[in-house]
């Protein structure tokens, strides 16, 4: 079963790479392509996920109610079809789902999904003279490679299951929760528009932050990776001092965006939860 998903997908496509377009949409979908039909996939069984634990809920409040106004003699008589329908359902049918949604996500997504960009990367920067590989430390370079193939992974996998996800659950509990009273929707939608207020003024700083980091990153590894590389050199050129002194830099070049990020994330974090309080205690 593990060896039939995780061969879905050919990781080493044959097709000549080319030249990645401008533009985060158009760069994400070049790598994209041969694994459109399994994200739409993933994300259709994330919505039925969603669903199906709303409804779970809706089901067990209707137990309760039927519990505490039928009487008891003969309930299971009237309501046994009904409970053996859900009990099938909640120990088949949505484990079932829930298996095939893993499958799809980490036995063909999570390995092939990046691999297929790596390649199709280090196949086109093979193509390039030697004047680029010169004025480029080869570390910095592989590392972008690396780096950029799971972000690609991250972006579009995050939108196409976890976006999905949590949006069909909102709107299916605000459906539940306002067929007993419109009203309590309210708290819910104001959660909502406060929500997308702070992302969206956290995420455009985190973008830039993300962007400085990863470019920090790149040259720590380059200078780290090129003093390995040329050991020979550094050893008979070059003070072991003076080579720490000039990977420390690159380090504390990358330290300082990580820091800048993580405050930005703390905060963020902050004001969703504290968000995430404020709706609880008007819904209580």
């Known amino acids: 079963m593990f060896r039939f998903f995780e061969s879905r997908i050919d990781a080493y496509p044959a097709e000549e790479p080319a030249r ?6 158009a760069f994400c ?9 399994w994200l739409v996939t993933m994300a259709l069984l994330s919505a039925v996920v969603a669903v199906s634990e709303v409804a ?3 089901f067990l409040g209707s137990i309760v109610d039927w519990l505490s106004n039928a009487e008891r003699a003969g309930f299971l008589e009237r309501e046994g079809l009904r409970l053996w329908l859900m009990g099938g359902f909640l120990l ?4 079932l789902t829930i298996l095939v949604h893993s499958l799809i996500v980490h036995q063909t ?4 999904y990046p691999m297929i960009a790596r390649w199709q990367m280090h196949r086109y920067l093979l193509k390039q003279s030697m004047a680029f590989f010169a004025d480029e430390f080869a570390g910095r370079v592989a590392t972008k490679v690396m780096q950029t193939s799971l972000a690609v992974r991250e972006v579009v996998m995050k939108i196409a299951n976890v976006l999905v996800y949590v949006l069909v659950y909102f709107v299916a509990v605000i459906l539940l929760v306002g067929q007993s009273d419109p009203r309590l929707a309210l708290p819910l939608l104001g959660w909502l528009i406060l929500y997308v207020i702070i992302v969206s003024y956290f995420v455009p700083k985190l973008a830039v932050v993300s962007r400085a980091q990863a470019d920090a990153r790149s040259m720590m590894t380059g200078r780290i990776v090129d003093s390995y590389t040329n050991i020979n ?3 008979l050129f070059s003070h072991a001092g003076r ?5 420390k830099e690159g380090m504390e070049g990358f330290l300082q965006t990580v820091h800048g990020q993580m405050r930005l994330v703390t905060l963020m974090q902050f004001c969703v939860y504290f968000n995430n309080v404020v709706v609880v205690f008007l819904i209580a």
């Open 20 to 25: 990645p377009p401008k533009g985060l949409l």
């Open 29 to 37: 979908w070049q790598y994209t392509r041969p694994v459109a039909g």
């Open 56 to 58: 779970l809920f809706s």
């Open 92 to 95: 088949l049918i949505l484990p």
């Open 109 to 112: 997504l999570l390995g092939n």
């Open 233 to 235: 050199t550094v050893k």
């Open 243 to 247: 080579e720490a002194a000039y990977a």
